[in-house]
């Protein structure tokens, strides 16, 4: 009997999920970092790095946990989702030359902005769909500008779940859905974006080679199949972004379908048929997982950073020298403020630059704080609000470009196991919400199963997926949320 190995890379912790190839279920989870988030360094304002050393330190030790559970003996395939727009440069031996620039990071709003003036929006909605922006491409430019001397020692430009399966497989390469949030894929000649790399002068060598999403992309090495148990034959047979992954792991394959997270950061993930360009590049276009060239597949992302990130920083600030509440407990003082929270507002732009907001870092608002009316209760419903109308905002968007959802769904995790958070998302989305036991680690396990013929295609790796909950807009308290959310936008 196989077993199939799911891996979600996120930039909080690393998770892990086993499934069985018999009818997908979940055999067992476990996760690194389990009582604190990854740290994001800073050297300097609106930077954000982590090292990839401490990315696969974290893998091991939740396979590691995933091992006490259950036996990986069977393991017959390997799926990775990953944090998307991160970049790592490896040297020779296969050894990062500087700290990765995650997706947050915001040094290279400005070359985005010049190297899209330069190439032309003629020139980019033919081909990458997408402004360079501050994407992975553009964080490359950063170092060949600002630290040549790093760059010169680097072979390979990859992706951090390029870099997992590197450290897996000791192969080096990539997909193309990779290479187009990299902003270097050509939606129209469906190669390398070349208008991209010769504008920044960028050696197009440095790119890993070309492997499908499902199927093979190396095996596993010998001494890591010792390490954790695995079969000796055992292959990584997928790869996704954490996004494009996600809306993958909630059914969300084809035009019309729409999946949303609210972790780290909040996404709207709307799936489509057609090649869509945003000129103001509030939301940007990716090719999705099941994308070939006979069924184009894309998905639209809108994306607000500082969600759960700001949720986190509410619980860490709140329990500073005491005790820090739980989530449960914050969800618990969400609901018990009204609606509106008493006039207070908040609006979660306290992480990096925000695409919606032209590429702009205004840094996270409490609006309207009053000493005498305002505690924990309103400040948690505020935050849960304040995030929701964000997502809301944005949703507008999707919109403007045909792709309004009609119905989202989520795993019931993070912001979205608070029935109040919920309950907002949907009043202001006016989108019904249908929610799921899964997430990203699930969803990389079963399309692994369709990369290695465990399942014979996508139908069968999610047959056993099943809503557990759900919830719809409600009449008695459309109003209010309505003039919540006109306050809230009088504010932006």
């Not at 690393?14 to 389990?34: C, E, F, H, I, Y």
């Not at 899209?116 to 402004?131: D, Y």
Request: proline letters at 4%; a negative charge.
């Amino acid at each position: 009997m196989a077993h199939l190995l799911g891996i979600d890379l996120g930039s909080s912790s690393v998770k892990v999920s086993l499934v069985d190839s018999n009818g997908g279920r979940v055999l067992a989870a476990a996760q690194s970092p389990t009582r604190q988030e990854l740290k994001i360094k800073a050297p300097q304002a609106g930077w954000a790095e982590q090292d990839p050393a401490t990315w696969w330190k974290h893998t091991e030790k939740a396979i590691a946990a995933l091992a006490k559970k259950h036996e990986l003996s069977e393991v017959d395939a390997i799926g990775i989702g990953y944090q998307m727009h991160g970049l790592v440069l490896l040297d020779a031996e296969g050894k990062p030359v500087r700290p990765s620039i995650i997706w947050c990071d915001s040094r290279a709003v400005d070359l985005g902005r010049k190297a899209e003036e330069a190439i032309g929006q003629e020139v980019i909605e033919k081909t990458t769909l997408n402004s360079p922006g501050n994407f992975t491409a553009s964080k490359w430019a950063w170092v060949k500008a600002n630290e040549p001397q790093v760059l010169a020692k680097a072979t390979s430009a990859m992706l951090p779940g390029d870099y997992i399966a590197f450290r897996l497989t000791g192969e080096r390469n990539t997909t193309a859905s990779g290479l187009s949030e990299m902003m270097l894929w050509d939606f129209g000649s469906r190669e390398p974006a070349y208008a991209v790399l010769d504008h920044y002068g960028l050696d197009a060598s440095l790119l890993p080679d070309l492997v499908p999403t499902f199927g093979p992309q190396g095996q596993v090495k010998h001494d890591v199949c010792e390490q954790f148990g695995f079969r000796q034959n055992t292959q990584v047979t997928y790869r996704a972004g954490d996004q494009p992954n996600n809306a993958y792991s909630l059914k969300a394959l084809n035009s019309g379908e729409t999946a949303a997270t609210a972790g780290t950061s909040g996404v709207v993930y709307a799936v489509t048929d057609q090649q869509k360009y945003d000129q103001q590049q509030r939301v940007n276009t990716f090719l999705h997982v099941n994308d070939t060239p006979e069924a184009a597949r894309l998905g639209i992302l809108l994306c607000i950073n500082g969600t759960g990130s700001g949720y986190a920083w509410l619980r860490r600030t709140l329990g500073a020298g005491g005790v820090m509440p739980g989530y449960n407990q914050l969800n618990t003082w969400a609901s018990e403020s009204a609606i509106g929270s008493e006039g207070l507002l908040f609006y979660p732009w306290g992480n990096g630059a925000e695409r919606l907001l032209g590429n702009t870092e205004p840094g996270a608002t409490i609006k309207h704080l009053n000493f005498n009316r305002h505690g924990a209760q309103e400040m948690t419903a505020a935050i849960q609000d304040g995030i929701a109308a964000a997502m809301a905002y944005g949703g507008n968007t999707l919109g403007e470009l045909g792709a309004q959802p009609t119905v989202v769904r989520a795993g019931r995790a993070n912001l979205f196991l608070s029935d109040r958070f919920c309950q907002a998302f949907c009043q202001l989305t006016g989108a019904p919400l249908e929610l799921y036991d899964t997430d990203g680690a699930q969803g990389a396990a079963r399309a692994a199963g369709v990369g290695s013929r465990a399942f014979s295609d996508n139908k069968e790796a999610l047959a056993s997926l099943e809503q557990i909950g759900g919830f719809a807009p409600k009449a008695e308290i459309k109003d209010a949320y309505a003039d919540f959310f006109g306050r809230w936008q009088e504010g932006l």
